[in-house]
């Protein structure tokens, strides 16, 4: 059943995911369940206790109800890993405002976008990023509030949002707590509608695999606001335990390695990129990291002899991570045997996660073969927000979501990921929809036809390589100038094209479509 855009899971498994105990009354603004007294932030100059992020949460939810902010509207977020965007998040999902997280790397093209189709009351922004400056955009930007994390100038100061705690009528628990970006595969991006009950089982659920507990002392490197780093188990499942959280501005080792030192961090996220930066890292950074118990990588493949590596180069234990922010979630588990620790992606989070892996026709293939992941559970998700053509091509009609992962099934459950069919280029970790950026680039007055495929990388796993059609009367545009229109056009510049093929036709398939395949391979 879908209203107002969200689509609900159907009665029966609700009742099951209830009285089964995957769903509980906890709401997202009460995941702060450290000791009062107990650091539970570190970001840069800021050491908050719990009691004074607490306290910081209850004044900004104060604040945003003063502003008018109310229970059901949407406020785009996009911050970088700053105490601003903990505190704000926390106060948005207390009052039952949800967040909308956008990556700081968006730019007006996905922004004006979020805020357009969430019908957003508010945007959150910092004021600059290097030469970008967010305020210039957020002054266009279609919403009532514009509310600056920095210098505001004439805009609403993030620190004003500062009043004496009120009592809040606050959400309900299948209320939608947080918009998640999907990685997405059509022309614009899609989002993903996560309950406060769903998504706080996917954190505590999370955080008791990972094993964290008070002791665990969190380094935040990939964007707060990705759902690996927020709650897998992330920021929030540290929350949940009692542990600490560090705030690191970048995955780089200069930033990553002297806080780990510093904090004696005992976790970290990582995407593979990351990961081979650090085991390199190790031989000229001299900072001692032996805190470190687990580094998490996860959010493109990590390749096994990598993962092999990482207890002997790093001093801790591997655990690979294939999450998705539409909802599953596959760990390695902390006592797996090293070989599937270091071959595997994991296996699902949760009892309650259905899994089918499915041929072309949509049949379950034989154990062991590889086929399309399907699935649906009790953290994933049943429909993209406004999204009812999407939808009815991404979920089945038993309420699967498609991952357009090719996978395989080892006896013990475990999955490998060994392919993707959807139309997406996995960046090391970032994802890039093709459709979104050929549709930009067939924008260029030169180019006729355009088609982005992804070429393999040692490093990246996949960079982007366009493949443009000239027109007659064009003149074949350089790589620069690509990415300067691009820029123009307010795209994020992780989706800007690694590099530039030109092509006469487009290899097809017998139906016609253009073979993603037959190009990748010209450039190979
Ligand atoms: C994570 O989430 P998203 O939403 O950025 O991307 C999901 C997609 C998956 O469908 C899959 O195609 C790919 O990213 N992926 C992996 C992977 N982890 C994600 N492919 C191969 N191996 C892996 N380990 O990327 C995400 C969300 C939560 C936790 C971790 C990652």
């Known amino acids: 059943m879908t209203v107002d855009g969200f689509t609900r899971w159907p009665d029966d498994l609700e009742a099951r995911y209830k009285a089964e105990g995957y769903w509980t009354d906890r709401l997202l603004g009460d995941v702060l369940r450290g000791d009062p007294a107990k650091t539970a932030l570190i970001a840069g100059e800021d050491r908050l206790t719990y009691a004074e992020l607490d306290s910081r949460a209850a004044r900004m939810a104060a604040g945003f109800l003063s502003r008018g902010l109310r229970r059901g509207d949407r406020v785009v977020v996009q911050l970088p890993n700053t105490a601003g965007f903990v505190v704000a998040f926390l106060a948005l999902v207390r009052i039952g405002a949800a967040p909308v997280l956008a990556l700081p790397a968006h730019r007006e093209s996905e922004i004006r976008y979020l805020c357009e189709l969430s019908e957003a009351r508010a945007y959150i922004c910092a004021d600059r990023d290097g030469d970008f400056d967010y305020r210039t955009m957020a002054r266009t930007l279609p919403v009532e509030h514009v509310i600056v994390d920095g210098e505001a100038e004439e805009l609403t100061a993030l620190s004003s949002l500062d009043a004496d705690p009120v009592p809040i009528d606050g959400p309900a628990p299948s209320d939608v707590g947080v918009f998640l970006l999907s990685g997405g595969t059509t022309g614009l991006p899609k989002l993903i509608p996560r309950t406060h009950r769903d998504y706080v089982y996917n954190l505590e659920a999370s955080a008791e695999v990972c094993g964290f507990t008070p002791s665990t002392v969190y380094l935040v490197v990939l964007p707060a606001a990705h759902n690996f780093a927020l709650a897998c188990p992330g920021v929030l499942g540290v929350f949940s335990t009692g542990g600490t959280v560090v705030l690191s501005p970048s995955g780089s080792p200069d930033d990553a390695f002297p806080l780990i030192e510093r904090e004696r961090a005992t976790v970290c996220a990582v995407v593979p990129p990351i990961a081979l930066l650090w085991l390199d890292a190790v031989t000229w950074q001299d900072e001692d990291i032996s805190s470190l118990e687990l580094l998490q990588v996860g959010g493109a493949k990590f390749a096994a002899e990598r993962a092999a590596e990482v207890p002997d180069v790093l001093g801790c234990q591997v655990q690979q991570v294939f999450g998705m922010a539409e909802g599953l979630l596959n760990y390695t588990r902390l006592d797996d045997p090293r070989d599937l620790v270091e071959r595997t992606q994991g296996r699902p989070l949760s009892p309650a996660d259905e899994i089918r892996i499915v041929d072309e026709d949509g049949k379950q293939v034989s154990p062991g073969d590889v086929g399309e992941l399907l699935t649906r559970g009790p953290y994933t998700l049943r429909g993209y927000y406004r999204a009812p053509e999407h939808n009815a091509r991404s979920f089945t009609p038993d309420g699967y979501y498609r ?103 487009f290899p097809r398939t017998p139906v016609g479509k253009i073979s993603k395949k037959a190009l990748a391979s010209r450039v190979q």
């Open 403 to 505: 991952t357009g992962d090719l996978v395989r099934q080892l006896p013990s459950g475990h999955l490998i990921v060994e392919g993707r069919e959807k139309d997406q280029i996995n960046r090391g970790g970032d994802k890039i929809s093709a459709e979104e950026l050929e549709n930009h680039l067939l924008a260029h007055p030169a180019v006729h036809d355009a088609a982005v495929v992804g070429v393999p990388d040692p490093m990246m796993g996949e960079r982007t390589c366009a493949f443009l059609i000239i027109r007659e009367d064009g003149k074949t545009p350089t790589l620069p100038e690509i990415k300067d229109f691009l820029r123009t056009r307010g795209l994020a510049a992780y989706k800007f094209p690694d590099r530039l093929e030109t092509a006469d036709t």
